[in-house]
């Protein structure tokens, strides 16, 4: 079992930058791939970013490329999704959840054990 807390949310203006946190219990974090989903009022969860379990690979949603970054720090259990230049679009709740695949895909499906979230809203 394994359970994730995220922190870092906030209120923010259009074009700020944020830093989620997302911490880990258990012994065995660097055992799996990990990933950012974040959820609008009235949408589905989607996929932001996914990070493998030594950090040499990472894949982000098109939306978020190029401004957003995955990391992780498997001595601390944690794993950051740095956002910058922020929109008013990536406002939701941010999760971050354990891949249950070697590579998981962008589908919710393919993760588990999902944090209670951490709210994002970005002011225009």
């Known amino acids: 079992q394994v359970q994730l807390v995220e922190s870092g949310g906030g209120l923010v203006q259009a074009g700020d930058s944020l830093r989620l946190s997302c911490t880990a219990s258990g012994r065995t974090f660097s055992s799996y791939a990990m990933g950012w989903f974040r959820q609008a009022p009235g949408k589905e969860r989607e996929f932001v970013a996914r990070i493998s379990r030594s950090a040499g690979n990472t894949y982000y949603a098109d939306s978020v490329k190029g401004r957003f970054t995955i990391s992780r720090d498997n001595a601390k259990n944690t794993v950051y999704l740095q956002m910058n230049t922020l929109k008013p679009e990536d406002t939701g709740i941010y999760y971050c959840?354990?891949?249950?695949?070697?590579?998981?895909?962008?589908?919710?499906?393919?993760?588990?054990?999902w944090g209670q979230g951490t709210q994002v809203t970005v002011s225009s």
């Open positions: 959840a354990v891949g249950l695949l070697l590579i998981p895909r962008v589908t919710p499906n393919d993760y588990a054990y």
